[in-house]
């Protein structure tokens, strides 16, 4: 059902005759995979639902991958889990509700592969850390300080105790 070069592009064509109502289910199990020109996931997965709806098609699909990302307190990287659930609307051409709905294409497929990118991509944090508690690096020599303390942070410490 999946063609071979576009994992996420699917021929629905079987579901546009089907009665409202009738679903199927799409399993993926991808592993790491790039979606161009920038976003590489690791351990990809997840389901994706067709739904036969008045207006066409409803589509809810739920994935999980991780990406590797840079902490941005000490700058290490770190496995990043991302979670996405999304749901679309693809409309008939001579039915479309609005402007936010897409347009079935004519040649009975659809390409989810931009909707998995988006919504996975709004899951990654502006600020990255590797963990809640990241002590992040020693602004005066750089050690990064959830490895080892070192004499500028053991300074500060007693500094702080002290007075």
């Not at 020109?37 to 639902?49: F, K, S, Y």
């Not at 990287?77 to 999304?86: G, N």
């Amino acid at each position: 059902m999946h063609h071979p070069k576009r994992l996420f592009r699917i021929n629905i064509g079987f579901l546009i005759n089907q009665p409202i109502g009738y679903s199927r289910v799409f399993p993926f199990e991808v592993g790491d995979f790039f979606i161009s020109p920038d976003l590489i996931l690791h351990e990809l997965a997840g389901t994706v639902v067709l739904r036969r709806a008045q207006p066409g098609l409803q589509v809810e699909a739920d994935f999980q991958a991780s990406i590797t990302a840079n902490c941005v307190r000490c700058l290490e990287d770190f496995q990043l889990p991302l979670h996405a659930t999304f749901e679309e609307i693809f409309t008939f051409e001579e039915h479309p509700l609005s402007e936010h709905e897409q347009i079935i294409p004519g040649n009975g497929y659809i390409d989810l592969e931009p909707f998995v990118r988006d919504y996975l991509l709004l899951q990654i944090p502006i600020k990255p850390l590797c963990k809640k508690n990241c002590k992040g690096l020693c602004a005066i020599c750089g050690q990064n300080l959830n490895q080892a303390t070192c004499e500028h942070h053991k300074e500060a410490i007693e500094g702080s105790v002290i007075g």
